[in-house]
């Protein structure tokens, strides 16, 4: 009987044949992509763009238009089907278009910031995008990096990995090159395979790339690992809009309905003006406005520096009210220099400073600003020593240790934050390492005495021990790390950022709160506030935040703007919490462990220098550690969200008010007031004035604060407006009644002409929160909205118009309708400016 062989996973199997030192070359690499695809999760979620654009027609609303339209031509009428069909076609299309290269242009800027994977192609490194990494491929990493597909280890250098993506363990796991036992058939026994999507805590490697895309292991569970974002601020307004539009439509169209039944009017014509009526209720440029104004704000901040990755990420920006970051580089010039090597008594000390620049040379985890000023303050000669292990540095430890031995004598040094260092200490070295003297309360109060006193003259301070270990030792490990001498203290200065006073004043200004979360301790902290005038009203440390609830957290970080000692855990705590007190949050960081804060943020910020794993996160990339580039970004955020607003308000007052009066006309009307095709040229005409809305300027005051999309704000604004727009469509019913003595086609052209001049025109109004007449629009949204408005005046007098069922109009209709105009804008001018005073006085303010 033949045995079956058991099919082993691909880290235990030998690595495949064409392995090469020097890696793929440029034409194998062509040819693997042709046969595996990009390296993504599933293929083809681009759809063709025939497929995006038919999609367009999924709309409800617009293949229930089609149907009955279809209907229509089969009963005769064949240019009222044409004459829809026409109109659908080219809304359809303007949108498309408009959104199509919107998505491109901002495609664009966030393929400049992608994650590159780093090569050996021809035998020469080359940083390539991760799309394009093939099976075969060498890829060279070092921590920080984001490992781009599945393979199996081929040299390592103390390479520890963090895969707590696929397997929940949160601490790093080493990996080394070999085929592990047969037992290791779990991802988390495979000692020599890394996995797409885990990150480089530290250590470097080269590995070998053996599965890509959708046939890695996080490729196999891509749907059950990613989990939904919550939803942005802006997100849930519109959504809550979206419902609030949803039923007034439902409403109206149901009364319509009704009304026409009940006087017996004929059942197709009214249900397609009930549903063209829909069609001009509902907002369906909005999604072309939101992603054409947001890919022209995401343009103009690359100008200023700034990177969009998610285009919905600039409301949140303009939105955001507070701002979470660190103080490297931020508040400092990140520049940091070794000032003092003392000793635990404080007497400067050329030992501490061999022992400091030992744990720097041998440390292989990613270099921080602290161990590049030590490595370049003074060269000391190595020797004889050489590394025997290694234990990396992470934030809950605090601290790095390295195991070195020269031949005689084996140590373990251990560098890290100076209140850990000296808790795992029991001697400290009083004049050299031959004296050592116990580290009892008296003399562990001095040396407590002699650090803070360093950290509250704005020093950054590490604690430097060591301790002999065995000649035979041969790993280090965090049990070791205790039992210390210690050393002395390496002192660290990072001058404040000479900009950074200004910016943080200049976001002060504009309502945007800052929060320090650091993981320096507070001494520091607060020396650089006094020197850059930031007044501390609250601290909040690490262990504060370690003893209370989520509920004690949120009251505690309204109040506090310092949260120092904080681990990556705490600050996303913090994030958390500020979220749940209704605020709009932004995170500034650019460090390994900085990617939960940046995705816990309503917008995660980095900046270009950062590693992988925080770029990724980041929702948007700073090109350069200024706050005064953020500044830039927030007012332009602002600037964004009004023009979005201005269509949102436009869509629920004006051209709301009108819907609302065509379906009260049906009341009294023994014919339709507007037939079905008038009512969509109607609304494609009012799309078309609308369409530069994107490129139209914001009014100072308006970006002075921050805001959100607020439906109550919204609503009350439709109630107010919407009735204005109400009540001078009635006039004009009257006009043409009593005056004009209209016929049928006389109405329905007369009002048509009106309805949409008012609902064009007073865009003029309502784009502003002040005087018209001062704050004036783009040009060409002036040219665009009179051009439709003269349009709709000549219209009747074409031959198109005769198609649409439209007769001139009297020369007396025109001179009514310009007095009507005017007198309509100024009232609506009138309530606008009521209406805001009582928004402010309640706190509204269209969200803050």
């Not at 885990?198 to 569970?221: C, E």
């Not at 004043?505 to 506030?529: P, Y």
């Not at 209709?813 to 400016?833: C, D, N, P, R, T």
Request: with cysteine.
């Amino acid at each position: 009987m033949t045995q079956v062989p058991t099919l082993l996973p691909w880290w235990l199997e030998p690595p495949p044949g064409g392995a090469a030192a020097a890696g793929l070359s440029g034409i194998e690499a062509k040819a693997r992509a042709a046969r595996f695809g990009s390296n993504r999760f599933r293929e083809g979620q681009e759809k063709p763009l025939l497929l995006q654009y038919l999609g367009r027609f999924k709309n409800p609303l617009v293949l229930i238009l089609l149907a009955a339209s279809t209907v229509s031509a089969l009963t005769g009428e064949i240019t009222s089907f044409v004459i829809i069909a026409c109109i659908v076609l080219l809304s359809v299309t303007l949108d498309f278009v408009q959104e199509y290269r919107a998505n491109a242009a901002a495609e664009k800027l966030r393929q400049s910031v992608s994650v590159r994977a780093k090569l050996l192609r021809d035998g020469k490194p080359l940083a390539v995008a991760v799309l394009d990494v093939v099976p075969g491929d060498i890829v060279l990493l070092a921590a920080g990096d984001l490992i781009p597909a599945d393979g199996i280890v081929l040299e390592a250098n103390d390479f520890f990995v963090k895969q707590a993506l696929l397997t929940g363990e949160s601490y790093p796991v080493e990996k080394r090159p070999g085929v592990p036992p047969n037992t290791a058939t779990e991802l988390q026994d495979a000692g020599n395979a890394v996995f797409m999507g885990t990150s480089v805590i530290s250590g470097s490697a080269r590995m070998l790339v053996v599965k890509t895309g959708a046939h890695t292991a996080i490729g196999d569970i891509a749907d059950s690992v990613s989990r939904p974002s919550e939803p942005t601020s802006f997100e849930a307004g519109a959504r809550r809009f979206g419902m609030l539009i949803m039923r007034l439509t439902v409403l109206m169209v149901m009364f319509v309905l009704l009304v026409n039944t009940f006087f017996h009017k004929p059942w197709l014509e009214s249900f397609l003006f009930a549903v063209a009526l829909a069609v001009g209720l509902t907002p369906e440029l909005l999604p072309m406005v939101v992603s054409v104004t947001l890919s022209r704000g995401a343009l103009r901040m690359a100008k200023k520096h700034m990177i969009v990755k998610r285009l919905a990420a600039i409301q949140e920006l303009g939105s955001m009210d507070v701002l979470c970051t660190d103080k490297t580089g931020t508040l400092t010039e990140a520049k940091i220099r070794l000032e003092r090597h003392v000793d635990a008594q404080g007497r400067p000390s050329e030992r501490v400073l061999e022992l400091a620049y030992f744990n720097s040379f041998f440390e292989t985890g990613l270099k921080s600003p602290l161990d590049e000023a030590i490595l370049a303050h003074r060269h000391i000669d190595i020797g004889a020593w050489k590394k025997i292990d290694e234990v990396p540095f992470d934030f809950g430890r605090r601290r790095v240790s390295v195991l070195i031995d020269n031949g005689e004598t084996r140590w373990l040094v251990v560098k890290g934050a100076a209140d850990e260092i000296v808790g795992l200490c029991a001697r400290y070295e009083a004049a050299g390492a031959d004296r050592q003297l116990p580290l009892d309360d008296a003399a562990l109060n001095a040396v407590r005495d002699q650090y803070h006193a360093l950290e509250e003259d704005g020093f950054r301070v590490l604690g430097i021990a060591w301790r002999q270990a065995p000649p035979d030792h041969p790993h280090a490990v965090v049990g070791d790390e205790s039992g210390l001498v210690l050393a002395g203290f390496a002192a660290f200065l990072d001058p404040p950022k000479a900009s950074a006073a200004s910016a943080l004043a200049a976001l002060d200004r504009v309502g945007v709160a800052i929060k320090i979360v650091t993981g320096d301790s507070d001494r520091v902290t607060r020396h650089v506030c006094a020197q850059l005038k930031i007044p501390v009203k609250g601290l909040l440390t690490g262990h504060e935040i370690a003893q209370i609830d989520d509920h004690a957290l949120q009251a505690g970080v309204e109040a506090a703007n310092l949260f120092c000692r904080v681990n990556p855990a705490q600050k996303e705590r913090v994030i958390r919490a500020l979220k749940a007190r209704g605020h709009v949050v932004g995170y500034l960081g650019d460090g390994i462990n900085d990617a939960p804060s940046l995705h816990a943020a309503d917008v995660g910020l980095s900046v270009d220098s950062a590693v992988d794993v925080a770029r990724e996160a980041a929702d948007m990339i700073l090109l350069q550690h200024d706050l005064h580039v953020l500044h830039a970004g927030v007012l332009e955020g602002r600037r964004t969200f009004g023009n979005i607003m201005k269509y949102i308000l436009m869509g629920t007052s004006s051209n709301f008010g009108n819907m609302f009066s065509m379906a009260g006309a049906a009341l009294f009307l023994p014919f339709l007031p507007m037939l079905p095709t008038q009512i969509l040229l109607n609304n494609i005409l009012y799309d078309l004035s609308e369409i530069p809305i994107p490129l139209d300027k914001v009014d100072a005051g308006e970006i002075r604060n921050p805001r959100v999309l607020d439906i109550d704000f919204v609503r009350n604004f439709m109630l107010v407006i919407g009735p204005i727009s109400s009540l001078f469509d009635f006039l004009t019913f009257y006009i043409m009644l009593v005056v004009l003595h209209a016929d049928e086609k006389l109405f329905q052209t007369g009002w048509f002409v009106e309805s949409l001049c008012t609902q064009v025109l007073v865009i003029f109004i309502i784009r502003t929160r002040g005087n018209p007449l001062k704050s004036h629009p783009h040009p060409i949204l002036m040219a665009t909205s009179l051009g439709i408005v003269g349009l709709a005046a000549l219209l009747p007098f074409t031959p198109l118009g005769v198609h649409f069922g439209f007769v001139p109009p009297p020369v007396t209709f025109y001179f009514i309708l310009g007095v009507m105009v005017l007198v309509y804008l100024f009232v609506v001018e009138l309530a606008k400016q009521r209406f805001y005073r009582w928004a402010v006085a309640r706190g509204m303010s269209c969200g803050r």
